[in-house]
């Protein structure tokens, strides 16, 4: 079955960085458009990095030249190293994995900033 696991979040001072990690299986992870997702509290799910089988790459405004987005097709990870973290950042961050005929999700992990 399809497995998304994240990791990576924790507990940083605002200007810190953290690097998330997504591990695929059960998919063919090239082949799969994959994206972030920052969920603040009691706030809906936001798109927050993309990247497609083409390594295309698109960024919300609020994260642009703070947070980047990668993947590694041998290991079948997507990454998303943040930088220059800040209070509004807190939150859990999901991965997606999207195909044509599918959409699958990961558990996700915490990240707080503290001031």
């Known amino acids: 079955q399809v497995q998304l696991v994240e990791s990576g979040g924790g507990l940083v001072q605002a200007g810190g960085s953290l690097r998330l990690s997504c591990a695929a299986s059960?998919?063919?992870?090239?082949?799969?458009?994959m994206d972030w997702y920052h969920q603040a509290p009691g706030k809906q799910r936001e798109l927050v990095a993309s990247i497609s089988s083409d390594f295309t790459r698109n960024y919300a405004d609020s994260v642009k030249g703070r947070f980047s987005i990668s993947r590694d097709n041998a290991k079948n990870t997507v990454y998303l190293q943040m930088n220059s973290l800040k209070p509004e950042d807190t939150g859990v961050y999901y991965c997606n994995a999207v195909s044509r005929s599918r959409s699958d999700w990961g558990q996700g992990t915490q990240v707080t900033v503290f001031s």
């Open positions: 059960g998919i063919i992870f090239r082949l799969n458009t």
